[in-house]
């Protein structure tokens, strides 16, 4: 008598992507996004071909290991200036997210800007929200090809512009065009170039939302940054439950009906496809598409705006109004985080303002150790390792100071051109019966001799022979 099969259950661990076609929204936060499209895109495109003392005005020359910022110059040894800067951007975005919640993913993180330009581009060669669901369902043909096949050209064409522009911030985007368009560049930037408009051309044209799901380790975190008086997109629930759809004539407090006439709209505008009546959601990039529908289809209606609106847990549950919650802004966290932000900006461009453009290191000539010359001098050999890291070229003086008598026995005035580094052999005597026996501490001291209030010191080490 043969068994019964056990009865076998498929569990799928990951849960199949449906495709989101976001509807097209007019508003005062939908012209926002845009004016930050608009922004952020005229800086990273424009700021290549800015020329500044000849030059381009941000290049980072990793091969000359130099970064250009206009008229600012830095070398390796100033990576702390980087470093602060990567600090400041860590303390602005908790600062902005304890104010605002995901006000940067919605309106200036670089996977929106560029979504919200793909899809634009979506808009203007498939057509509106319907239009683009009839293609996807309907069998290839002509027209279908046509369209897909434009959009995906100019989203190629964008991508590859934006990779070429890129690495245009590390290599000069002149030279940088004149080869692509000879097909001349060399291995390493078509790799960048191809690299950067494929992560680009593939976040903001298929991955889209599932970059902020799943990819963006912001979207996790960002919880931790909340708290009850944070600013985030809400849907009142109060005022629109029960939904209901009625027509404008019927009264629907008579109905017992809440203000949503659950026409779904904000479901369908927005870009990762969730659903704001159902509370705050961490798929949510906070950027309000779902406000500005809502308040269309209210002005519709014949009702009031803030269906759904920028509110904070506390102001919900408690009915405050607009003047509450902003009194709310200025508590403890934001305090500190404000404080400290404050502060390290404040050193930050103190310290950039004092920063000395002259840099000098000695090295003592190990392979000739001190010896006699002639008149009882004792002679020591260095060299002189001068960074000028301006763009301005000095006329510099050095002198040696620390032992009685002590002078170069080299020429004392050297040039050196600007953000440019120089080897200077110099010898070093003094007299013998001035100084110890064994080491003796010296200073270098560099001034500069054309105007500029510069001196820069460094320690060394005169060795007198026993």
């Known amino acids: 008598m043969s068994q019964p099969q056990p009865h076998i259950a498929v569990v799928k661990m990951y849960k199949a992507r449906e495709e989101i076609y976001p509807r097209e929204v007019s508003g005062r936060f939908s012209r926002l996004r845009w004016l930050c499209v608009w922004l952020t895109q005229l800086v990273f495109y424009g700021l290549p071909w800015l020329s500044w003392n000849g030059r381009q005005s941000v290049l980072f020359d990793l091969g000359a290991r130099k970064f250009y910022i206009f008229g600012l110059v830095l070398w390796p040894q100033d990576f702390i200036y980087l470093a602060a800067l990567l600090i400041i951007c860590a303390y602005s975005l908790f600062l902005f997210t304890a104010v605002a919640g995901r006000v940067w993913c919605g309106y200036a993180c670089p996977q929106t800007v560029y979504t919200e330009i793909f899809m634009w581009i979506e ?14 369902r309907q069998p290839w043909n002509v027209e279908k090809v046509a369209r897909k096949g434009g959009k995906h050209l100019a989203w190629t064409a964008l991508a590859l512009w934006t990779g070429l522009t890129f690495v245009g911030y590390f290599t000069p985007i002149q030279t940088l065009v004149h080869e692509a368009t000879g097909l001349t560049l060399g291995p390493w930037e078509w790799f960048w170039v191809i690299f950067y408009a494929f992560a680009t051309y ?47 004539h019927e009264a629907r407090a008579e109905r017992g009906l809440g203000d949503c006439i659950d026409c779904s709209m904000c479901v369908q505008v927005c870009p990762t496809g969730i659903d704001i009546r159902k509370g705050l959601q961490y798929e949510c990039i906070g950027c309000a598409a779902c406000i500005d529908a809502c308040d269309s289809v209210m002005d519709k209606v014949g009702m009031r705006h803030g269906l759904i609106r920028y509110s904070t847990d506390h102001a919900m549950k408690q009915g405050w109004k607009f003047k509450q919650v902003r009194e709310r802004i200025f ?11 404050v502060l390290i900006v404040a050193a930050f461009f103190t310290t950039l303002a004092m920063r000395t453009p002259l840099k000098l290191d000695v090295i003592r000539d190990r392979g000739s150790m001190g010896r006699e010359v002639e008149d009882g001098l004792i002679e020591n050999v260095y ?84």
């Not at 808009?123 to 996807?136: D, K, P, V």
């Not at 298929?206 to 996790?220: D, L, S, T």
């Not at 508590?331 to 932000?341: D, E, I, N």
């Open 202 to 248: 593939g976040n903001a044209g298929w991955m889209r939302e599932q970059v902020c799901k799943y990819m963006c380790p912001y979207a996790r975190f960002q919880s931790a940054m909340f708290d009850k008086d944070t600013l985030i997109v809400t849907y009142d629930g109060v005022r629109g439950e029960p939904r209901g759809a009625l027509p404008k």
């Open 123 to 136: 808009r203007r060669i498939e057509g509106t929200r319907s239009a683009r669901m009839r293609l996807a």
């Open 331 to 341: 508590r403890p966290r934001v305090l500190v985080y404000t404080g400290l932000l």
């Open 383 to 466: 060299r002189l390792q001068i960074m000028n890291t301006a763009e301005t070229a000095r006329h510099l003086r050095i002198t040696v100071h620390g032992i009685d008598g002590i002078a170069l026995a080299t020429s004392n005035a050297i040039d050196i051109d600007g953000t440019t580094s120089r080897v200077v052999p110099v010898r070093v005597r003094a007299p013998g019966s001035r100084a110890n026996p064994g080491s003796n501490k010296i200073t270098f001291e560099l001034q500069s001799l054309d105007g500029a209030k510069l001196d820069v010191r460094e320690k060394a080490v005169f060795i007198v022979p026993r």
